[in-house]
């Protein structure tokens, strides 16, 4: 079934197209990695998917609950806010309970915080952790509410090795439950778990994982694609 | 200081001033958290300082043509109107938003200003309005006071989770399915009402000072939303009623004097969190 289906999509800022008919349509329990160079539209893509833009052309059917990672959140080191009021935020359209959350909350939010390693850290403010922290602490608060699909805009930028292979290996294990669509400039890392790869330079080239997964594939060929 | 506690003690005009410093200290303290951590200081500036152009047509009105409204009300008004328009520029204004916004927040002091010069005579209530007269809050302001202050708490609690959210990040929250418009125009209004409360302690000139400052000194000692609120609360409280005290002795303008120790503070503990 098609989980996300976009057609014909074009978006422009002022007068420049930033994306020009893109077709793109993503299975269930797809991992769809999304590459392509600086200012190629990728994040753009995203947020029309995610609904924060609206494209100037072209229609956009998602069938099921979204859920995102943001790229980088423009954030204050001392907004007051700790990491488990920052999970519990996932449950924004869901929160039972009233002016508190409920038991329940608190109940799902410690299991997410466990399962990704940030429980021992739940009181402390959220401005104050490391990029791998943060990272995982936002993927805690897009997973809590037990999304389809989940978007994800580099989510290992600005974090360290070890804390990126610990995303990883989370990511492939939640594609067993839920769609995945990651953009990405680690194409190592792209490459090794997703199973359909799109390039975004305007308009959109799809190939599938093993012709990129050379090691040059920083340079990725489209002589051989269908003209859009 | 002994003449304040007497003072308290004996005359009506003093209570009434502890009493309109404690309520705006508990509007100021939720909803200044809210425009501290959205950063809408600009933007809560603007709304402020449109509001002489409504406190001026009521003056006008009321001396031209013997009507008899109280100042608050025009003030109000003008400051939800502002509160709109402003909040509609900023969102669809793009990049010319803050341009536009110090346009409008000029604008609304001019139109104060023409009035003030077409109504004859001394005007007090104006003067009042600028710099603030606590000491001057009547039993008839009180009511109204507790009347916005009730309005803007209960909003300001029931919607915490929502107006948290846009605070942390909108965007979330707009995947999340909240209509975040509606929620940012319900936190200007509320910033309006809140700002009109404050007029009544320190005056239009120095309102976001006493807005703000609290919440932003909380903000350096908070880990959640509603430990900053309380914290904001009770500074507010603590600046108001030193600032009255102080200043009732030797006779000084009580808003200045609050604003002085809010922002002296605020230096204070900016510095011991720099160094600690």
């Known amino acids: 079934m098609e989980i996300i289906k976009l057609e014909k999509i074009s978006f422009k800022y002022d007068n420049d197209w930033v994306l020009k008919d893109i077709d793109l349509s993503v299975k269930e329990k797809d991992f769809l990695g999304v590459v392509g160079p600086n200012g190629g539209g990728k994040?753009?893509?995203?947020?029309?998917?995610?609904?924060l833009l609206k494209p100037n052309k072209g229609k956009v059917t998602i069938n099921g609950g979204l859920s995102y990672v943001p790229q980088y959140l423009n954030f204050d080191k001392y907004h007051p806010v700790c990491v488990e009021d920052v999970v519990l935020m996932g449950l924004l359209d869901k929160m039972s309970g009233g002016l508190v959350h409920s038991k329940e909350d608190h109940q799902k939010a410690h299991s997410v915080m466990e399962t990704l390693g940030i429980f021992g850290i739940k009181d402390q403010r959220f401005g104050k952790l490391s990029g791998g922290q943060r990272q995982r602490v936002l993927i805690a608060r897009a997973i809590i509410s037990d999304p389809d699909i989940l978007i994800l805009d580099e989510p290992t930028a600005n974090i360290d090795k070890a804390a990126q292979d610990t995303v990883q290996k989370l990511l492939v294990k939640l594609n067993e439950k839920m769609t995945l669509l990651m953009v990405s400039h680690q194409f190592d890392f792209i490459s090794s778990d997703v199973n359909r790869v799109v390039c975004i330079d305007r308009t959109l080239h799809t190939h599938s994982t093993y012709h990129i997964a050379g090691k040059n594939i920083s340079i990725v060929d489209h002589s051989g694609d269908a003209p859009k | 200081m002994m003449e304040?506690?007497?003072?308290?003690?004996?005359?009506?005009?003093?209570?009434?001033?502890?009493?309109?410093?404690?309520?705006?200290?508990?509007?100021?303290?939720?909803?200044?958290?809210?425009?501290?951590?959205?950063?809408?200081?600009?933007?809560?500036?603007?709304?402020?300082?449109?509001?002489?152009?409504?406190?001026?047509?009521?003056?006008?009105?009321?001396?031209?043509?013997?009507?008899?409204?109280?100042?608050?009300?025009?003030?109000?008004?003008?400051?939800?109107?502002?509160?709109?328009?402003?909040?509609?520029?900023?969102?669809?204004?793009?990049?010319?938003?803050?341009?536009?916004?110090?346009?409008?927040?000029?604008?609304?002091?001019?139109?104060?200003?023409?009035?003030?010069?077409?109504?004859?005579?001394?005007?007090?209530?104006?003067?009042?309005?600028?710099?603030?007269?606590?000491?001057?809050?009547?039993?008839?302001?009180?009511?109204?006071?507790?009347?916005?202050?009730?309005?803007?708490?209960?909003?300001?609690?029931?919607?915490?989770?929502?107006?948290?959210?846009?605070?942390?990040?909108?965007?979330?929250?707009?995947v999340k399915g909240m209509n975040v418009t509606f929620y940012y125009l319900l936190l200007l209004c509320l910033t309006a009402i809140t700002i009109v409360t404050l007029i009544q302690v320190v005056g239009l000139i120095l309102v976001i000072a006493l807005l703000t400052i609290p919440a932003a000194i909380a903000k350096q000692y908070s880990n959640s939303m509603w430990k900053m609120m309380i914290w904001a609360v009770i500074l507010g409280v603590f600046f108001t009623f030193s600032g009255l005290a102080i200043s009732y002795g030797p006779d000084l303008p009580s808003g200045a004097v609050i604003i002085i120790i809010a922002s002296l503070s605020f230096a204070i503990s900016t510095a011991y969190k720099k160094m600690f």
């Open chain 2, 4 to 174: 304040f506690f007497n003072a308290v003690k004996s005359t009506p005009f003093m209570q009434y001033a502890l009493i309109a410093g404690l309520l705006a200290s508990v509007s100021c303290g939720v909803v200044g958290t809210y425009v501290v951590t959205k950063k809408i200081s600009l933007v809560s500036g603007g709304i402020a300082h449109t509001i002489l152009g409504g406190v001026g047509l009521v003056c006008f009105l009321n001396k031209v043509y013997g009507m008899n409204i109280p100042p608050m009300y025009g003030a109000l008004v003008v400051a939800l109107l502002a509160a709109i328009v402003i909040g509609l520029v900023k969102i669809y204004g793009e990049h010319d938003a803050d341009t536009v916004i110090a346009a409008l927040w000029s604008v609304g002091m001019a139109t104060g200003v023409i009035f003030i010069a077409l109504t004859p005579g001394y005007n007090n209530d104006l003067m009042s309005y600028l710099f603030g007269n606590i000491l001057m809050v009547t039993k008839h302001d009180l009511y109204l006071l507790v009347i916005l202050d009730t309005f803007v708490i209960i909003v300001g609690v029931a919607l915490y989770h929502k107006l948290c959210a846009i605070c942390f990040d909108e965007d979330f929250a707009k």
């Open chain 1, 43 to 51: 994040t753009t893509l995203l947020k029309i998917i995610l609904g």
